[in-house]
């Protein structure tokens, strides 16, 4: 039986994004439909994980506590339409700093993987970014496109062979649940 595990990006799928970096609780706002989503994927059986890369705070812009503030909000928003939201993972590091779980690279996934004792081969990571695509394409994740966020943007790009495009976070849950 297929895993029903879903990776999502964080900023730009989940919720607005911003050049300026989501600094604050105040900053991180909900795309449209996007809690309903996570909340019906959930109840539909299906865990929903988060890997996202928070560069922001190597960069000073908000501190953990702020980054802990606003995933516990998400948790809040999901709850209260009876869903709940599983592992979210991040990568506080800066791009000079050589981590391993920055996106484009793929430690992220390995570690929430891991974490629900599963392969990754095929799970889908859902990205409006294309180090999102690539990270993962690295490990045989089907890499999702959504259009919100940087999604638009990232459409210009050469995206991995077999990422798969759809409009929003709605769209992804709707084709999940009822096929
Ligand atoms: O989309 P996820 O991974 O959830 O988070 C992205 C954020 O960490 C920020 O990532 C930054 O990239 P740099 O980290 O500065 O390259 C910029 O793209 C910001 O606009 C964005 O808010
Ligand atoms: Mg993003
Ligand atoms: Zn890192």
Same mark, same amino acid.
């Given at each position: 039986?297929?895993?029903?595990?879903?990776?999502?990006?964080? =900023?730009?799928?989940?919720?607005?994004?911003?050049?300026?970096? $989501?600094?604050?609780? #105040?900053?991180?706002?909900?795309?449209?439909?996007?809690?309903?989503?996570? #909340? &019906?994927?959930?109840?539909?059986?299906?865990?929903? #994980?988060?890997?996202?890369?928070?560069?922001? $705070?190597?960069?000073?812009?908000?501190?953990?506590?702020?980054?802990?503030?606003?995933?516990?909000?998400?948790?809040?928003?999901?709850? &209260? &339409?009876?869903?709940?939201?599983?592992?979210?993972?991040? *990568?506080?590091?800066?791009? =000079?700093?050589? *981590?391993?779980?920055?996106?484009?690279?793929?430690?992220?996934?390995?570690?929430?993987? !891991?974490?629900?004792?599963?392969?990754?081969?095929?799970?889908?990571?859902?990205? =409006?970014?294309?180090?999102?695509?690539?990270? #993962?394409?690295?490990?045989? *994740? &089907?890499?999702?496109?959504?259009?919100?966020?940087?999604?638009?943007?990232?459409?210009?790009?050469?995206?991995?062979?077999?990422?798969?495009?759809? =409009?929003?976070?709605?769209? $992804?849950?709707? !084709?999940?649940?009822?096929?």
């Amino acid at each position: 039986m297929a895993v029903k595990l879903l990776i999502l990006d964080r =900023d730009g799928v989940i919720n607005h994004d911003s050049d300026a970096y $989501i600094k604050s609780v #105040a900053e991180w706002i909900p795309l449209p439909g996007s809690i309903e989503a996570i #909340a &019906q994927l959930s109840k539909a059986g299906w865990t929903v #994980a988060v890997a996202t890369n928070q560069s922001g $705070i190597a960069r000073g812009y908000y501190d953990l506590a702020t980054l802990d503030a606003m995933h516990a909000r998400l948790r809040e928003l999901v709850a &209260q &339409q009876g869903g709940e939201v599983g592992l979210i993972v991040y *990568c506080p590091h800066g791009p =000079d700093e050589g *981590c391993d779980c920055r996106k484009p690279k793929p430690g992220m996934l390995r570690t929430i993987a !891991e974490h629900y004792g599963t392969g990754l081969n095929g799970l889908w990571f859902v990205g =409006d970014s294309l180090s999102d695509l690539e990270a #993962a394409k690295a490990v045989d *994740c &089907q890499p999702i496109l959504v259009k919100t966020g940087k999604g638009e943007k990232t459409l210009g790009k050469t995206l991995p062979v077999g990422t798969l495009i759809f =409009d929003d976070l709605a769209a $992804i849950a709707a !084709e999940l649940i009822h096929n």
